[in-house]
């Protein structure tokens, strides 16, 4: 069956643009992970969905990143008046369900966002 | 901030040969993963293993896990040019309710043919 798909794969952006990056999980997981992966880093915890409940936000960077997921399967990430620094890769994950130590998540290709 | 740190950053070895990576981390863990990311894609699961374990096999892996130490290894074994990609370690958290996946830096590994 189909993984986890992202769009779009590659975002430029100018300084001060506002962005929105699509994740599609797979199909019946109702775990959706955000994560922000730097250049040589590993990937950071961003957000985290249980159905269309945002239940952890304490990863986002500052009040200009904003994560939905209205009906509890697509999700998109908003970045607005975007900066040099949230240049990065954008990687979405889901799982079945529960916690996420027990449960294996399968993450998507990514977005990589450059902010010019 | 990342809880993790693989060790070493980077390793290159010949094919055939086998590689090791370690991983620390600083909080108590209910298990500790291993994800593979090839170049510029997403990563994949390779192995979990739970904080009563002490070693998991999984084909040519071999993680070891010292929750006294707060460290893991992981192993591969008669390595391949296929296996060239950077690994990470990713911890939960024993905190009640939480989600997160905490990884490491990342070890970057190259199988030369």
């Known amino acids: 069956g189909a993984g986890v798909s992202q769009s779009p794969r590659y975002k430029v952006a100018k300084r001060g643009q506002d962005v929105a990056l699509r994740c599609d999980p797979i199909s019946g997981h109702v775990s959706l992970f955000w994560y922000q992966q730097a250049l040589g880093q590993g990937p950071e915890f961003l957000t985290y969905f249980q159905n269309e409940a945002q239940l952890d936000k304490s990863g986002l960077p500052s009040d200009r990143f904003f994560a939905e997921r209205p009906e509890g399967s697509v999700s998109t990430l908003k970045i607005q008046r975007t900066q040099q620094e949230d240049s990065a890769v954008y990687l979405c994950?889901?799982?079945?369900?529960?916690?996420?130590?027990?449960?294996?998540?399968?993450f998507g290709p990514g977005t990589r966002l450059t902010v010019l | 901030s990342q809880q993790g740190e693989e060790d070493p950053q980077a390793l290159s070895i010949q094919e055939g040969e086998n590689a090791t990576m370690n991983c620390s981390y600083k909080t108590s863990i209910n298990n500790l993963q291993w994800y593979r990311q090839n170049s510029g894609r997403g990563l994949v699961h390779l192995i979990l293993?739970?904080?009563?374990?002490r070693e998991k096999h999984s084909g040519r892996l071999r993680v070891t896990l010292d929750t006294s130490k707060k460290s893991s290894s992981l192993l591969i074994t008669a390595s391949r040019a296929a296996d060239t990609a950077s690994y990470f370690c990713a911890t939960d958290d024993l905190r009640a309710g939480s989600y997160q996946l905490t990884f490491g830096k990342g070890t970057k590994l190259s199988v030369i043919p």
């Open positions: 994950a889901s799982s079945v369900a529960g916690l996420a130590g027990f449960i294996e998540q399968f």
């Open positions: 293993i739970r904080s009563n374990e």
